[in-house]
Protein backbone atom coordinates (compact mmCIF):
# COMPACT_ATOMS: atom_id res chain seq x y z
CA UNK A 1 0.00 0.00 0.00
CA UNK A 2 1.20 3.85 -0.48
CA UNK A 3 2.03 5.32 3.17
CA UNK A 4 0.92 8.32 4.40
CA UNK A 5 3.80 9.84 3.30
CA UNK A 6 3.52 8.95 -0.29
CA UNK A 7 -0.16 9.76 -0.42
CA UNK A 8 0.99 12.94 0.36
CA UNK A 9 3.90 13.52 -1.97
CA UNK A 10 1.78 12.36 -4.43
CA UNK A 11 -0.93 14.11 -3.64
CA UNK A 12 -1.19 16.61 -6.47
CA UNK A 13 -1.07 13.67 -9.18
CA UNK A 14 -3.71 11.03 -7.68
CA UNK A 15 -6.23 14.13 -8.36
CA UNK A 16 -5.21 13.30 -11.72
CA UNK A 17 -9.08 12.21 -13.20
CA UNK A 18 -8.33 8.51 -13.74
CA UNK A 19 -5.10 8.32 -11.65
CA UNK A 20 -5.40 7.19 -8.18
CA UNK A 21 -4.25 5.09 -5.82
CA UNK A 22 -3.82 1.69 -7.63
CA UNK A 23 -2.20 3.60 -10.92
CA UNK A 24 0.41 4.85 -7.96
CA UNK A 25 1.08 1.30 -6.44
CA UNK A 26 1.93 0.18 -9.99
CA UNK A 27 4.25 3.04 -10.34
CA UNK A 28 5.89 2.07 -7.22
CA UNK A 29 5.89 -1.52 -7.78
CA UNK A 30 7.41 -0.93 -11.28
CA UNK A 31 11.23 -0.63 -13.10
CA UNK A 32 11.79 1.77 -15.65
CA UNK A 33 15.51 1.17 -17.78
CA UNK A 34 16.37 5.10 -19.00
CA UNK A 35 19.21 4.96 -21.23
CA UNK A 36 21.26 7.12 -21.81
CA UNK A 37 21.13 10.19 -18.98
CA UNK A 38 21.89 12.92 -20.87
CA UNK A 39 20.06 15.56 -22.45
CA UNK A 40 16.99 13.58 -23.15
CA UNK A 41 17.18 11.04 -20.74
CA UNK A 42 18.22 13.03 -17.76
CA UNK A 43 14.70 14.86 -17.56
CA UNK A 44 13.11 11.92 -18.17
CA UNK A 45 14.15 10.00 -15.69
CA UNK A 46 13.58 12.76 -13.15
CA UNK A 47 10.15 12.91 -14.49
CA UNK A 48 10.27 9.59 -13.89
CA UNK A 49 11.30 10.32 -10.56
CA UNK A 50 8.97 12.95 -9.79
CA UNK A 51 6.01 10.29 -10.76
CA UNK A 52 7.07 8.01 -8.32
CA UNK A 53 8.71 5.25 -9.87
CA UNK A 54 9.92 2.52 -7.73
CA UNK A 55 13.32 1.64 -9.67
CA UNK A 56 15.34 4.04 -11.96
CA UNK A 57 18.46 2.01 -14.17
CA UNK A 58 20.46 4.33 -15.51
CA UNK A 59 23.44 3.46 -17.95
CA UNK A 60 25.71 5.69 -19.47
CA UNK A 61 29.30 5.44 -19.98
CA UNK A 62 31.91 8.00 -19.65
CA UNK A 63 32.67 11.29 -17.45
CA UNK A 64 31.04 14.84 -17.68
CA UNK A 65 32.18 17.06 -19.78
CA UNK A 66 31.58 20.71 -19.92
CA UNK A 67 30.02 20.84 -23.02
CA UNK A 68 27.59 18.18 -22.23
CA UNK A 69 26.07 21.17 -19.46
CA UNK A 70 24.04 22.53 -22.00
CA UNK A 71 21.58 20.15 -21.61
CA UNK A 72 22.29 17.48 -18.82
CA UNK A 73 19.85 19.02 -16.43
CA UNK A 74 21.02 15.84 -13.52
CA UNK A 75 24.50 17.12 -13.80
CA UNK A 76 26.35 19.36 -11.84
CA UNK A 77 29.94 21.64 -12.68
CA UNK A 78 31.62 20.60 -9.88
CA UNK A 79 30.70 17.01 -11.18
CA UNK A 80 33.16 17.31 -14.84
CA UNK A 81 35.32 14.71 -15.20
CA UNK A 82 33.87 11.97 -13.00
CA UNK A 83 31.20 9.52 -14.22
CA UNK A 84 28.20 10.91 -15.95
CA UNK A 85 25.83 8.57 -13.99
CA UNK A 86 27.16 8.67 -10.35
CA UNK A 87 26.17 12.57 -10.38
CA UNK A 88 22.43 11.45 -11.96
CA UNK A 89 22.45 8.63 -9.24
CA UNK A 90 23.19 11.63 -6.68
CA UNK A 91 20.93 14.25 -7.86
CA UNK A 92 18.05 11.83 -8.35
CA UNK A 93 18.55 10.54 -4.73
CA UNK A 94 18.39 13.93 -3.53
CA UNK A 95 15.23 14.31 -5.08
CA UNK A 96 13.05 11.63 -4.15
CA UNK A 97 14.98 9.45 -1.66
CA UNK A 98 11.96 6.83 -1.89
CA UNK A 99 13.06 5.28 -5.12
CA UNK A 100 15.86 2.67 -5.90
CA UNK A 101 17.98 3.73 -8.42
CA UNK A 102 20.76 1.35 -10.13
CA UNK A 103 23.69 2.72 -12.37
CA UNK A 104 25.72 1.21 -14.95
CA UNK A 105 28.96 3.37 -15.77
CA UNK A 106 27.95 1.64 -19.42
CA UNK A 107 26.56 2.20 -22.67
CA UNK A 108 24.39 -0.94 -24.12
CA UNK A 109 25.97 -3.06 -26.22
CA UNK A 110 25.60 -6.72 -27.40
CA UNK A 111 27.31 -8.40 -24.52
CA UNK A 112 26.07 -6.68 -21.17
CA UNK A 113 22.22 -5.56 -22.75
CA UNK A 114 20.42 -8.43 -20.99
CA UNK A 115 22.43 -7.87 -17.54
CA UNK A 116 21.69 -4.19 -17.70
CA UNK A 117 17.78 -4.28 -19.20
CA UNK A 118 17.22 -7.92 -17.83
CA UNK A 119 14.97 -6.62 -14.91
CA UNK A 120 13.53 -3.77 -16.26
CA UNK A 121 9.76 -3.34 -16.67
CA UNK A 122 9.44 -0.70 -19.32
CA UNK A 123 12.70 0.40 -21.51
CA UNK A 124 13.14 4.36 -22.48
CA UNK A 125 15.55 4.32 -24.88
CA UNK A 126 17.27 7.51 -25.32
CA UNK A 127 20.30 7.04 -27.23
CA UNK A 128 21.31 8.95 -29.47
CA UNK A 129 23.29 6.07 -31.80
CA UNK A 130 21.25 3.51 -33.84
CA UNK A 131 22.88 0.97 -33.21
CA UNK A 132 22.04 0.99 -29.51
CA UNK A 133 18.55 1.59 -30.22
CA UNK A 134 18.69 -1.44 -32.29
CA UNK A 135 19.87 -3.42 -28.94
CA UNK A 136 16.83 -1.57 -26.96
CA UNK A 137 14.70 -2.50 -29.30
CA UNK A 138 15.46 -6.47 -29.77
CA UNK A 139 15.53 -6.69 -26.04
CA UNK A 140 12.24 -4.93 -25.05
CA UNK A 141 10.90 -7.81 -27.54
CA UNK A 142 13.12 -10.71 -26.37
CA UNK A 143 12.09 -10.03 -23.00
CA UNK A 144 8.60 -8.70 -24.13
CA UNK A 145 9.06 -5.35 -22.43
CA UNK A 146 7.23 -2.10 -23.18
CA UNK A 147 9.72 0.32 -24.91
CA UNK A 148 9.17 4.23 -25.34
CA UNK A 149 11.88 4.96 -28.30
CA UNK A 150 12.77 8.71 -27.94
CA UNK A 151 14.74 10.64 -30.50
CA UNK A 152 16.13 14.51 -31.29
CA UNK A 153 18.03 16.57 -33.56
CA UNK A 154 18.52 20.34 -33.42
CA UNK A 155 14.61 21.95 -33.32
CA UNK A 156 13.03 18.38 -33.86
CA UNK A 157 12.10 15.22 -31.78
CA UNK A 158 10.05 12.07 -32.09
CA UNK A 159 8.43 9.70 -29.79
CA UNK A 160 7.13 6.21 -30.35
CA UNK A 161 5.56 4.07 -27.71
CA UNK A 162 6.28 0.06 -28.66
CA UNK A 163 4.53 -3.12 -27.34
CA UNK A 164 6.37 -6.06 -28.80
CA UNK A 165 4.62 -8.27 -31.34
CA UNK A 166 1.74 -5.85 -31.34
CA UNK A 167 3.13 -2.76 -32.66
CA UNK A 168 5.54 -1.94 -35.19
CA UNK A 169 9.03 -2.20 -33.75
CA UNK A 170 11.74 -0.24 -34.44
CA UNK A 171 12.99 -2.06 -37.08
CA UNK A 172 9.96 -1.95 -38.70
CA UNK A 173 10.20 1.84 -39.01
CA UNK A 174 13.96 1.87 -39.86
CA UNK A 175 15.22 -1.97 -41.16
CA UNK A 176 18.25 -0.48 -41.49
CA UNK A 177 20.45 2.57 -39.73
CA UNK A 178 19.84 6.03 -41.40
CA UNK A 179 23.00 6.70 -43.71
CA UNK A 180 22.32 10.62 -42.73
CA UNK A 181 22.92 9.82 -38.97
CA UNK A 182 25.70 11.98 -37.09
CA UNK A 183 27.18 10.99 -33.74
CA UNK A 184 27.31 14.88 -33.07
CA UNK A 185 23.91 16.60 -33.63
CA UNK A 186 22.74 20.29 -33.14
CA UNK A 187 20.72 20.36 -29.81
CA UNK A 188 19.14 23.14 -27.69
CA UNK A 189 18.45 21.53 -24.88
CA UNK A 190 15.09 22.75 -23.99
CA UNK A 191 14.13 20.57 -27.21
CA UNK A 192 15.61 17.29 -26.08
CA UNK A 193 13.59 17.75 -22.58
CA UNK A 194 11.02 18.85 -24.02
CA UNK A 195 10.79 15.26 -26.23
CA UNK A 196 11.51 13.76 -22.48
CA UNK A 197 8.56 15.02 -20.91
CA UNK A 198 6.40 13.50 -23.82
CA UNK A 199 8.54 9.74 -23.79
CA UNK A 200 7.52 10.39 -19.64
CA UNK A 201 3.81 10.46 -20.21
CA UNK A 202 3.69 8.04 -22.71
CA UNK A 203 5.20 5.71 -20.19
CA UNK A 204 3.47 6.45 -17.69
CA UNK A 205 0.28 6.04 -19.94
CA UNK A 206 1.31 2.88 -21.00
CA UNK A 207 2.64 1.15 -17.56
CA UNK A 208 -0.44 2.19 -15.54
CA UNK A 209 -2.79 1.89 -18.77
CA UNK A 210 -4.19 5.46 -17.71
CA UNK A 211 -5.91 7.33 -20.59
CA UNK A 212 -5.22 6.21 -24.40
CA UNK A 213 -1.45 5.94 -25.43
CA UNK A 214 -0.53 6.63 -28.71
CA UNK A 215 0.29 3.20 -29.64
CA UNK A 216 0.95 2.05 -33.06
CA UNK A 217 1.34 6.01 -33.55
CA UNK A 218 4.93 8.27 -34.11
CA UNK A 219 4.47 11.66 -32.31
CA UNK A 220 6.63 14.31 -34.35
CA UNK A 221 7.86 17.24 -32.77
CA UNK A 222 9.54 20.61 -35.11
CA UNK A 223 9.89 23.45 -32.06
CA UNK A 224 10.59 25.83 -34.95
CA UNK A 225 6.86 25.85 -35.86
CA UNK A 226 5.51 24.33 -32.78
CA UNK A 227 3.75 21.86 -34.89
CA UNK A 228 2.78 18.41 -32.83
CA UNK A 229 1.72 15.35 -35.16
CA UNK A 230 1.12 12.12 -35.10
CA UNK A 231 1.15 9.76 -37.63
CA UNK A 232 -0.44 6.88 -37.73
CA UNK A 233 2.36 3.98 -39.04
CA UNK A 234 1.67 0.80 -41.10
CA UNK A 235 0.93 -2.53 -39.23
CA UNK A 236 3.75 -4.86 -38.39
CA UNK A 237 6.46 -5.41 -41.48
CA UNK A 238 6.08 -9.47 -41.93
CA UNK A 239 9.47 -9.07 -42.81
CA UNK A 240 10.99 -7.47 -39.89
CA UNK A 241 13.66 -9.83 -38.21
CA UNK A 242 13.27 -8.09 -34.87
CA UNK A 243 9.95 -8.85 -34.38
CA UNK A 244 9.16 -11.63 -36.79
Known sequence: MLTESEKLTYSWQLD??????????????????????????????LSLAAAGIGKLI?????????DDLNRQILMSRDHVGKPRVQCAEQTLNRFNSNIDVQIFDENVNAENIDKIAGHADII????????????????AIRGDKKLIDCAMYSMEGQIMPILPRKTPCLKCIYPDKPTQWER??????????????????????????????????????????MDIKKIKLLPKRQDCLACK
Open 184 to 225: KFPVIGAVSALVAQIGAIEGIKLLCDFEKSSLGKLIRIDTST
Open 124 to 139: FSCAPLFEERFLLNEA
Open 58 to 66: LAHAGNLRE
Open 16 to 45: VPGFGESEQLILKNSTALVTRVGGLGGPLA
